[in-house]
T-cell receptor, first 115, second 115 residues
């Protein structure tokens, strides 16, 4: 069974500082990986996704993530955080090849941005 | 594109009452998913459909929950009778496989409170 671990429940950074949110997955085959963001009271918005190819993927709002197969990781980064980035971030893994299309989500990381 | 549409956005009901949540997927998408988000269990799959046919309902908690997809543009999730422990945010998502990639897009969610 696939699983996703987001080790950091809560992170606080200063506005303008860099950000890295960690995500580790467990899956036997090639995973498809996603980062979603959820603002308070809102739905899930797709930030970026990895299916194949270049292991460094660019997303919306200046975010990027790097797939590292050897470390089973897909960490999310942003060079300079804005106050509007305060939200909860979810890493998810999918697996089209198993026929089970549902995403498995991590428990989320809540980001707080200090002025 | 209007995105995934869910209604109602908020629902407050009393224990024992029937609750019906509605979802309109993105036009052309052939997969539809229902997820539930709670503080204790995070985001978890309840059921998903392919071409209006239920494929995996292993996440449906118990017989009180039922889901239907009568056509490609509409799905319902029904809880009867509702219980306080059903209080959660229910998300609908849809997807379409294109060129080896498949991304789930989420609706805004229905926030359900059962008193």
């Amino acid at each position: 069974a696939q699983s996703v671990t987001q080790p950091d429940i809560h992170i606080t950074v200063s506005e303008g500082a860099s950000l890295e949110l960690r995500c580790n997955y467990s899956y036997g085959a090639t995973p498809y990986l996603f980062w979603y963001v959820q603002s308070p009271g809102q739905g899930l918005q797709l930030l970026l996704k990895y299916f194949s190819g270049d292991t460094l993927v660019q997303g919306i709002k200046g975010f990027e993530a790097e797939f590292k197969r050897s470390q089973s990781s897909f960490n999310l980064r942003k060079p300079s955080v804005h106050w509007s980035d305060a939200a909860e971030y979810f890493c998810a893994v999918g697996a089209l090849d198993t026929g089970r299309r549902a995403l498995t989500f991590g428990s989320g990381t809540r980001l707080q941005v200090q002025p | 594109d209007a995105g995934v549409i869910q209604s109602p956005r908020h629902e407050v009901t009393e224990m024992g009452q029937e609750v019906t949540l509605r979802c309109k997927p993105i036009s052309g998408h052939d997969y539809l998913f229902w997820y539930r988000q709670t503080m204790m269990r995070g985001l978890e799959l309840l059921i998903y459909f392919n071409n209006n046919v239920p494929i995996d309902d292993s996440g449906m908690p118990e017989d009180r929950f039922s889901a239907k997809m009568p056509n490609a543009s509409f799905s319902t999730l029904k809880i009867q009778p509702s219980e306080p422990r059903d209080s959660a945010v229910y998300f609908c998502a849809s997807s379409q496989r294109q060129g080896g990639e498949e991304t789930q897009y989420f609706g805004p969610g229905t926030r359900l409170l059962v008193l």
